[in-house]
């Protein structure tokens, strides 16, 4: 498999484990805020290990900017599907207008000037 799609998959996976461990719990106000925690912290810590691994072998591909900006697209997008269907959010123009300034950013970092 190509480094890019590995990369690419292995951050989107990391995306999933990353939004609930820090959004997922907004579903559940009614638990103390320390177990909370505790559960967000075991969630993430499968981010880790997927984001850690992606990150190293992206990196003999892209620069360290362009993983950064390979990260924050993938979280925007699994944010967006996650917002909508689990936690039952709308998406509003304004908010997709600033995610297609996000896109046009990507142009900008990936384009060889």
């Known amino acids: 498999m190509p480094v ?4 690419i998959g292995l951050l989107f996976l990391s995306n999933l484990f990353m939004t609930f461990a820090w959004y997922g719990h907004l579903k559940f106000k009614e638990y103390p805020i320390w177990q909370v925690i505790l559960v ?16 190293r072998i992206g990196s003999s591909q ?21 917002s909508i269907f689990y936690l039952g959010e709308s ?3 304004n908010h997709l207008l600033g995610f297609a300034l996000i896109v046009l950013a990507v142009f900008v970092i990936f384009k060889e000037w």
Not at 62 to 70: D, E, N, Y
């Open 40 to 55: 967000s912290w075991g969630i993430a810590f499968f981010e880790y290990c997927l984001q850690v691994p992606a990150n």
């Open 62 to 82: 892209f620069s360290g900017v362009q993983l950064k900006t390979i990260q924050e697209v993938i979280t925007l997008t699994v944010f967006a599907a996650f």
């Open 4 to 7: 890019s799609l590995t990369t």
């Open 91 to 93: 998406l509003k123009w």
